[in-house]
């Protein structure tokens, strides 16, 4: 029997900074006045409700993130605000589904209620203990807000829903030290069972600039003890958030319980960093008879460091599908527009689309692609081969959706080429992309596509590569997002890059992209380098969106191969 099904850490987003009467610091902006305005007093003058996401999981109205599988069901619990569309009066909602693409909602599962969580019921990660048994562990704002670790159960296990949760009075069971920063300790993850009978968790921690994952053993997984010294640290990265621990696998593509430990596994620690807003990982060992996690020496171990998606996507969380044997990777992607406009459309944030992840075969950093139940969605196909893209090229792809399709396209290199150098102080991925950006032209690059434009281009969402020379081998730059995404002045529109480590020896390179309404989420190479953006185009939206190919380099670039499809809306609550 597998010790630890994780049933998903709740992804959260936690985003205050306030001091209260009793010196406690949190690390959440709360707007009092806005928490219980309703979206109905407000005028929603120039926020279209067409750039509602069409096929991404957002509650019916106002402030979201978080997910678990069990006895045939996917739960999905998330941070709900059932009276706003900001942060503030937090429940865990909950919904079920069968397929992880369409949801159906129940009633809220845990919500401030007890004397150790009546402030806040906050992140926390899921266990299935021997006998079947679910467990939730989360975070709670206490009568003192500081911020401890309780316990849930289900209230009838023979409920594959799920409905209905108790906490017990002995909670918290686990409570921050008298010399620990109680504001700065939250978000328990999916623990681990070992081979010495203990149970372990971590939780994210911070003493002064320091980045810490605190370690807790259990036998009981009532009374916990702290570590002598935390599993990983990091100096100068800030608190660490939703940290989450895994094993992978260096063969295949199939996913490992949490609880795995062995020869030909490697473990990913990812944090989500206050400081920047962003998630990072490392690939490394775990050595469990010391509790120690040691990155990978080619993997960066601070805010440089490897990401699992480039663009706007925090507060990750990972699961082992057990009925798939695959481990899925869920985020959460915040609004870019304004607080206002927020509460004038009545929703904020969306999940992204729930990715299988995986090792890749050079054991250096993770891949990821959409699960193939998104598949479900397609309609409408349209096919292309050997299109050619000249310098200036720019061609429509008609016949889909282009305000809510999935596309994958497969570019053609010629055979010998020039290549602008690459200058090694390009070290930041985004800013050289709002340096260099669709509209400037290039050498190879920049191809791809122009997503959300409207007729004439006015606006467009660019998402694209850009090949540069080194002398060892080229340097692959993607894009995506941009100035261009929207004519709207207001907006966070920064153009997010990643470098892609793509072999381009077959002389071709790959581009997905998830085209949402107000969102694209775009997966280079085959899922080694991803970028989800937040967009809010004025005039590219629903049936006046448009797609495009294109080529603003000087060296000319063939579309292999492109798939298209529109996509329907699935039942999202």
């Not at 621990?245 to 062995?262: A, C, E, I, R, Y």
């Not at 020869?263 to 469990?288: A, E, Q």
């Not at 869920?330 to 689309?353: F, V």
């Not at 200036?392 to 016949?399: H, L, N, P, R, T």
Request: hydrophobic share 35%; charged share 20%; aromatic share 12%.
């Amino acid at each position: 029997m597998e010790i630890s099904k994780p049933l998903l850490c709740l992804v959260l987003f936690l985003c205050l900074n306030f001091i209260d009467n009793n010196g406690v610091e949190a690390s959440h902006i709360i707007s009092p006045e806005y928490q219980t305005l309703k979206t109905t007093t407000l005028k929603t003058t120039n926020v279209d409700q067409k750039l509602r996401t069409g096929y991404h999981f957002q509650p019916p109205s106002h402030w979201i993130n978080a997910p678990m599988y069990y006895k045939g069901f996917y739960h999905l619990f998330y941070q709900y605000n059932p009276y706003g569309s900001i942060w503030g009066n937090i429940v865990w909602a909950h919904s079920y589904s069968t397929d992880l693409i369409n949801w159906i909602p129940l009633e809220p599962a845990i919500f401030p209620s007890k004397p150790f969580d009546i402030n806040g019921t906050w992140s926390g990660s899921a266990t299935i203990l021997p006998g079947n048994k679910p467990v939730i562990l989360y975070t709670g704002l206490d009568t003192k807000f500081r911020q401890v670790q309780n316990i849930a159960f289900p209230k009838n296990l023979f409920d594959p829903l799920l409905r209905e949760w108790i906490k017990p009075d002995y909670n918290p069971v686990i409570d921050p030290t008298k010399t620990m920063n109680a504001s700065a300790f939250r978000d328990p993850t999916t623990a681990w069972y070992g081979k010495d009978g203990h149970w372990r968790i971590l939780i994210g921690h911070k003493r002064d600039t320091r980045g810490i994952a605190e370690l807790y053993k259990s036998r009981d997984f009532k009374t916990w003890t702290r570590s002598k010294h935390p599993l990983h640290s990091g100096a100068n990265t800030g608190m660490w958030e939703c940290p989450d621990f895994f094993p992978v696998s260096l063969k295949g593509k199939n996913g490992l319980d949490t609880s795995v430990m062995g020869n030909n596994i490697k473990h990913v620690l990812k944090v989500s960093l206050d400081l920047t807003r962003f998630d990072y990982y490392t690939v490394g060992h775990y050595f469990p008879q010391k509790d120690r996690y040691i990155p990978d020496p080619m993997s960066v171990d601070n805010s440089k460091g490897l990401r699992f998606d480039y663009g706007n996507f925090y507060a990750s969380k990972t699961f082992f599908d057990y009925k798939k044997s695959r481990r899925i990777l869920l985020g959460w992607a915040n609004e870019s527009d304004t607080q206002m406009d927020d509460i004038k459309k009545g929703w904020a944030g969306i999940q992204t689309i729930p990715r299988m992840l995986w090792l890749d075969t050079d054991g250096k950093q993770v891949v990821q692609w959409p699960i193939e139940e998104l598949k479900t969605l397609r309609e409408h196909p349209i096919y292309l081969s050997n299109v050619p893209l000249a310098e200036g090229a720019k061609v429509e792809i008609q016949g889909i959706t282009s305000a809510q399709a999935d596309v994958e396209v497969t570019f053609e290199l010629p055979k010998s080429y020039d290549m602008e150098p690459f200058d090694p102080t390009w070290v930041d991925a985004e800013q050289l992309c709002g340096k260099k950006d669709a509209s400037v032209k290039g050498a190879l690059g920049p191809f791809g596509l122009l997503a959300l434009a409207s007729e004439n281009t006015q606006e467009y969402t660019a998402i694209f590569f850009r090949v540069f020379k080194t002398a060892k081998k080229p340097v692959v730059l993607m894009c995506s997002g941009g100035k261009r995404s929207s004519l709207k002045t207001d907006l966070y529109k920064p153009s997010y890059g990643g470098f892609v480590d793509a072999d381009l020896s077959s002389g071709t390179i790959s581009l997905r992209s998830l085209i949402d309404n107000s969102v694209v989420e775009s997966f280079g190479a085959g899922g080694k380098t991803v970028i989800t953006s937040r967009v809010y185009p004025t005039l590219a939206m629903g049936s006046k969106a448009h797609l495009y190919l294109f080529n603003n380099g000087e060296v000319p670039v063939t579309v292999k191969k492109l798939d298209a499809w529109s996509m329907r809306k699935p039942r999202l609550n």
